[in-house]
């Protein structure tokens, strides 16, 4: 790996530190603001948004200049989303609610992250060789979910009465900040990883790669997009790789909010505790994540797929458990089965991305069909929740479906197989 693949890491980290402890903040003070339980989910639904409705122009954006640089400019957009959050109670008179005002903030980071995701991804296959992928991803993964594990552990820790009285009680001579809550000196803290994100996008080196004649009109833009997501849909790798990849974010982001509210139901667990629960899981996930890159080539990638079927049934057997080293056993035994089967999967589905399109629309489809459904399966857990269903109820719907789904995809991927030997497209260069 070069100097620039550590650089690239560097600056995932800190931006992608800086987004999930920022998740935890924003979740605290929408309940210092006394909002209903079912608006929780919907932080990461705004946040999302950007990557569904912008995926026909963030690919195009991210192949237009160095993706340094982009990485740059959308890490900024992240930082002004971070401080729009501070201005939760100035549009009151206007009738506007604070606690829509918080979900906008988020949105905004969100904008940030769409835009960011294509250039950190595919400055990895302009950087390195199609060999090196899967193990360019276990560090990407690995180090991701490490930032889930201490961003998650860091936004927890940050709204506990120990810390937040802490930082409300430092006073910089003649400067009024005006922070006056917990939430809102974690969001000051947060907004500082940001910045140190930003410096490492500064010396992300170019990597020389250019992609000419990028259309600027909205509708050839979204026509392009259409030709890209039929082109790697009907891929026989393409298709396999992007329905795991589609599910395991889908259900990531909503095993978030699951293990919260396990941990406040089931085993009386506050928010800054629940937090740390999440980490156990991305522990979990970063270990599956480098197992799969020493482990899995390229080449047998696809023989991870069983291990999907496994991840739902460890999901719905935490519904059995209260002892706490069973639960730390449980959540990651459940990151691990995941890390372990979606990193030869994102691998597989880049390379073939790079191969069909170019590096930033095959990311952006990629942004599409997963963020799109980390929506559905956000706002039915919220419809769940407000239909006051039960945790365990959830959970086994939950697990049910992640294993039906898993099944579903070894299915298709043996049709395929059984009609066409797909499997030698697998490492092949771009003509």
């Not at 400055?123 to 991803?137: D, G, K, W």
């Not at 000419?212 to 790798?237: G, S, Y």
């Amino acid at each position: 790996m070069n100097r620039g693949f550590y650089t690239v890491m560097a600056a995932q980290f800190f931006s992608s530190l800086a987004d999930n402890a920022l998740l935890i903040a924003a979740i605290a003070l929408l309940i210092n603001l006394q909002g209903p339980a079912w608006m929780t989910p919907l932080l990461k639904f705004f946040f999302t948004v950007s990557y569904v409705v912008l995926a026909a122009f963030v690919g195009t954006f991210a192949d237009s200049m160095p993706k340094g640089k982009v990485m740059f400019i959308t890490n900024t957009v992240k930082i002004a989303g971070c401080a729009l959050m501070f201005f939760y109670d100035y549009p009151a008179p206007l009738g506007i609610s604070p606690h829509f005002v918080v979900l906008a903030s988020y949105a905004v980071v969100g904008l940030g992250a769409a835009a960011y995701s294509p250039a950190k991804y595919g400055i990895l296959t302009e950087m390195l060789p199609p060999r090196q992928l899967v193990i360019a991803n276990g560090w990407i993964e690995g180090l991701t979910v490490a930032s889930i594990i201490i961003g998650t552990m860091l936004g927890g820790a940050l709204i506990t009465s120990k810390v937040s009285s802490l930082l409300l009680s430092i006073n910089l001579p003649g400067i009024e900040t005006g922070i006056d809550t917990p939430p809102e000196a974690a969001i000051l803290v947060i907004s500082l990883l940001y910045l140190i994100a930003a410096a490492f996008n500064l010396r992300i080196p170019d990597t020389g790669a250019r992609y000419h004649h990028q259309p600027r009109n909205p509708i050839v833009m979204v026509r392009d997009f259409a030709e890209c997501f039929v082109t790697l849909w009907r891929d026989k790798l393409g298709q396999i790789s992007l329905a795991v990849t589609t599910l395991f974010w889908g259900t990531g982001a909503t095993l978030q909010f699951i293990v919260l509210r396990w941990a406040e139901r089931s085993l009386e667990m506050p928010l800054s505790k629940g937090a740390i629960l999440q980490g156990v899981v991305a522990v979990g996930v970063a270990l599956g994540a480098v197992l799969a890159g020493r482990l899995v080539p390229l080449k047998k990638s696809l023989q991870v797929l069983p291990v999907g079927v496994a991840m739902g049934f460890a999901v719905m057997s935490l519904m059995f458990v209260t002892w706490m080293p069973l639960v730390y056993f449980l959540l990651i035994l459940v990151g691990a089965l995941a890390g372990f089967f979606v990193v030869p999967m994102n691998a597989l589905l880049q390379h073939r991305g790079h191969v069909l399109l170019s590096a930033g629309h095959s990311i952006a489809v990629q942004n599409f069909n997963e963020n799109l459904n980390i929506l559905l399966m956000l706002a039915l857990y919220a419809l769940m929740i407000r239909a006051d269903f039960g945790i365990d109820t959830i959970i086994v719907l939950f697990g049910t479906f992640v294993s039906l789904t898993m099944l579903l995809v070894i299915r298709l991927h043996k049709h395929n197989q059984s009609r066409e030997d797909s499997l030698h497209l697998i490492g092949m260069e771009k003509h």
